[in-house]
């Protein structure tokens, strides 16, 4: 049964006759924070935006994490850089709560040492990876990418990693892997947000495994050359920059090959507004916000005309042969 709210126009499939209760109620909550505006409301976000950059203490100086500049092309734009500040206090991590300033402030308490990593599924070198053999497995890079969140703003940040096909590489994907599924951690004792319903947990992301492969898709241990903090998902997470902020899962713990296209936690808590794909297209909205164009963190002011969204988030030359022949209308 389809019904249609109110308040936001949208139309809902009624998932209380399909799905556990747990789950339902999961999506109620989510729905109810994106009317409430919690998940969903860029605008009443951004206005607090600038409070929240100040409002929250950097925390100290982390690591170095050094890496050469890349020549993978597309790797580098020469974009103004988004304020580290901006980058550290303005995040989405459901697990440290739903509000963007409750993740720098919750996920201190995050142990990120030791750290492994499962590699499991269809390859032929399963193994699990300790974080200083991740760190070692190839050299890092320093990529400039753009990420543009679905809600509407974007950043451009300087990610320290490499490209997850050296890894990918190692573990030897059978050929009837066609698919990776990215699973995050969930840890009721450290992670507030666990215990609400608003996402399935543990937070799970998916890609082609040809995406997977390309050489734009970082494995991030470090930004603004410093190790990852922990908001931003230390102690390693996913980048594609083509994508919606979403793909890019923190806190990795396993990577997982399949023949099945992974089920995704946005896809699970609201299939019609997430698709498997998620790639930046201004020219198929989210059925509550336009992707046409985009606010930039810390540069355009609430009343500034907002920036055009480009194509692939401006990777089209590198990724479009990716989709060629692809209705991105219906794979969105
Ligand atoms: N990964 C986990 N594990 N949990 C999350 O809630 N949020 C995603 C993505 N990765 C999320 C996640 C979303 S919605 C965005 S926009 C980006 O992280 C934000 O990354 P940033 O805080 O470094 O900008």
Known sequence: MIIRSDRDGFVHPQSSE??????????RELMRLMAGGLAGAALASWAARDALAQGVARPGKLAPLAGAKSA????????????????SSYNNYYEFGTDKSDPARQA???????????????????????LEDLLKLSAQEERIYRLRCVEGWSMVIPWVGYSLAELIRKVEPLGSAKYVEFVTLADPKTMPGVGSRVLEWPYVEGLRLDEAMHPLTLLAFGMYGEVLPKQNGAPLRLVVPWKY????AKSLVKIRFTDQEPRTAWSKAAPQEY?????????????????ASERRIGEDGLFAKKRKTLMFNGYEAQVGQLYAGMDLKKFY
């Open 245 to 248: 902020g979403f793909k890019s």
């Open 108 to 130: 201190q308490q995050l142990k990120t040492s030791p750290w492994t990593v499962a590699v499991e599924g269809l390859v032929k070198k399963p193994a699990s990876y300790g």
């Open 72 to 87: 993978v092309a597309g790797a580098v734009t020469m974009e103004k850089l988004t304020d580290y500040q901006d980058a």
């Open 275 to 291: 698709g498997f794909y998620s790639n930046v297209n201004p020219g198929v909205d989210h059925p509550r916000w336009s992707q």
């Open 18 to 27: 399909i799905t556990p209760h747990g789950v339902y109620q999961g999506r």
